[in-house]
């Protein structure tokens, strides 16, 4: 018998939206991903306000990064986010980087490097995203990015541009 508490990872997950009340979608999201049958939230950023990367033509996003402990293989995690996004009404119009009611994206899975089809991670976008770096450090100052060395290092380099914490 495996005894799951010795399988925990840590991983990490960036909360986007700019549609239908942003703050309480991120608000939700953060309730159903906590409620997911073995998943744990270790910790959760501020609210940050940011102008959208990509097309212009959209209202600004809410942004927050959430760690986890998990004993979910990656796939299976990534299956139960995409789940919430479908809940939370996110229609996927094919249009690329269009806005959206709830993206969640897991940017982190313990020390591990995935390349599948589906699923990369560490997130491809994130050392060059300030509205995932920013919370991220918040959380997780001594984090090492596998692959991409050290988040302060990774910090440093980004610009915060438009990025506002809420209160
Ligand atoms: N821009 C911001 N500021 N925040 C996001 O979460 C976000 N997500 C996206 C794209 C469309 C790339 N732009 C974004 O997927």
């Not at 999201?29 to 744990?40: P, Y």
């Not at 809410?62 to 796939?75: D, G, H």
Request: charge should be negative; hydrophobic fraction near 40%.
């Amino acid at each position: 018998m495996k005894n799951p508490t010795t399988d925990l990872v840590t991983a990490y997950i960036g909360l986007g939206s700019n549609l239908e009340n942003p703050v309480e979608q991120i608000k939700s999201a953060r309730t159903a991903i906590a409620q997911i049958a073995g998943v744990q939230e270790l910790a959760f950023s501020s609210l940050y306000h940011s102008s959208p990367m990509g097309p212009q033509d959209q209202p600004d996003y809410v942004n927050a990064v959430m760690c986890i402990a998990t004993n979910l293989p990656p796939i299976d995690l990534l299956h139960c986010l995409q789940r919430i996004e479908n809940e939370q009404g996110r229609v996927r119009k094919g249009e690329r980087w269009g806005a959206r009611t709830l993206d969640l994206d897991m940017l982190i899975y313990g020390d591990q490097i995935i390349e599948l089809p589906d699923l990369i991670v560490p997130h491809t976008g994130l050392a060059e995203r300030a509205f995932v770096l920013y919370p991220l450090y918040e959380i997780a100052p001594q984090l090492q990015v596998p692959g991409k060395g050290d988040i302060a290092d990774l910090l440093a380099k980004c610009p915060m541009n438009e990025l506002r914490r809420l209160d």
